[in-house]
DNA sequence: CCGAATACCTGTCTGC
DNA sequence: TGCAGACAGGTATTCG
């Protein structure tokens, strides 16, 4: 499910476990997701300190400092459809460089790496090194791990052509205008493009779109006004988006302090949805008797309602 | 250049 | 119960 709050809420549960602490050991125990891991993924990152935990769109930005030749990196991690983390806690024996134990029970099916962090000065995580094993399961492999230099990173061919984050400065009106001018393409598909606004995925794009009162199917370029700047609806869909992404950020910061101690399983949260997923159900937007559709747009479903978004 | 289709994988659900 | 087929929240690449 990961979209931008689903990848924020990751963030902000595995924070605290991994800042300004030592990676004891690392696992790879399989040579790729969807494309190869890192070279000699374990060993470049044993002993380093993970020094801060960043997001950009739907990218988990590890710094975790200088490499032997004294080159900051940068861990980033993509969960892909079907990725998720899960905690540990570190019952191992105490660390030598390069070993690594963890019980064969507490592995499941697609449990792909392994990161053994170091306890914290807090105490805030109680394994028996103090510390936690953060792992990371995809079933579906559609997730990625790269070890990239810092020095340029965001000139990166992955991160080149991403437009703004949608809870940032720089996602304007006039910046959302802009991206959508002269555009034929539906107005979902363009919503779902990273280069128009980074972090949007299919549900929170209809989510957007059916509070917005916005079709899907409306040509993207009607939001912009002939003369180039934004209209009373774009300025509108701004602001839709980023409620609907604050509000989702909220859920998932809810089930952190529920659940994600006892359960331990990041990237997945409950929410409820408007349409999403609720295809035949009644419209909940206020004075509308519309009933939720599904289509599908590009290969992938969009669900609407046809009465109350124009 | 743009936009649509395809490919990458596995698990789950539906309908026969 | 078994099984084929559809479908799943992302994104790089290919095709027209």
């Known amino acids: 499910m990961p979209e931008l709050p689903e990848v924020e809420t990751v963030r902000r549960g595995l924070a605290p476990l991994m800042e300004g602490r030592r990676i004891l050991a690392a696992v790879a125990r399989r040579p790729d997701l969807r494309w190869p891991l890192p070279e000699r993924f374990a060993e470049r990152l044993t002993g380093r300190t993970l020094r ?5 769109a739907k990218y988990l930005m590890a710094d975790v400092g200088p490499d032997a030749n004294g080159v900051d990196e940068v861990l980033v ?3 892909g459809m079907s990725g998720s983390f899960r905690i540990e806690p570190d019952t191992g024996p ?3 460089p390069g070993d690594f ?3 064969r029970s507490r592995l ?3 449990d792909h790496v392994v990161l053994r962090m170091e306890g914290g000065a807090d105490g805030s995580a109680t394994g028996r090194t103090g510390g936690v094993e953060i792992v990371y399961n995809d079933p579906r492999r559609f997730g990625a791990m790269f070890l990239l230099p ?3 990173l965001a000139a990166h061919p992955l991160f080149r052509d991403i437009g703004p984050e949608p809870l940032g400065p720089d996602f304007t009106p006039e910046a959302l205008a802009r991206a959508l001018a002269g555009r034929r393409t539906p107005l979902k598909a363009a919503l779902l493009d990273q280069k128009v606004v980074a972090g949007l995925g299919n549900i929170y794009v209809c989510e957007a779109l059916h509070r917005a009162g916005l079709s899907p199917e409306r040509a993207a370029s009607t939001l912009t006004a002939p003369t180039g700047h934004p209209t009373a609806l774009i300025v509108q869909l701004v602001e839709t988006i980023r409620t609907v992404l604050e509000e989702a950020i909220e859920a998932g910061g809810s089930t952190l302090r529920d659940h994600a101690q006892v359960d331990g399983t990041l990237g997945y949260f409950q929410h409820t949805f408007r349409v999403y997923d609720r295809e035949g159900g009644a419209c909940t937007s206020p004075g509308c008797r519309g009933t939720i559709a599904r289509l599908v747009q590009s290969g992938r479903s969009t669900f609407y309602c046809a009465a109350c978004q124009r």
């Open 150 to 152: 810092r020095e340029g």
């Open 94 to 96: 105490p660390e030598t």
């Open 101 to 103: 134990h963890m019980p």
């Open 108 to 110: 499941a099916a697609h």
């Open 77 to 79: 991690m993509h969960l």
């Open 52 to 56: 801060r935990l960043d997001r950009r």
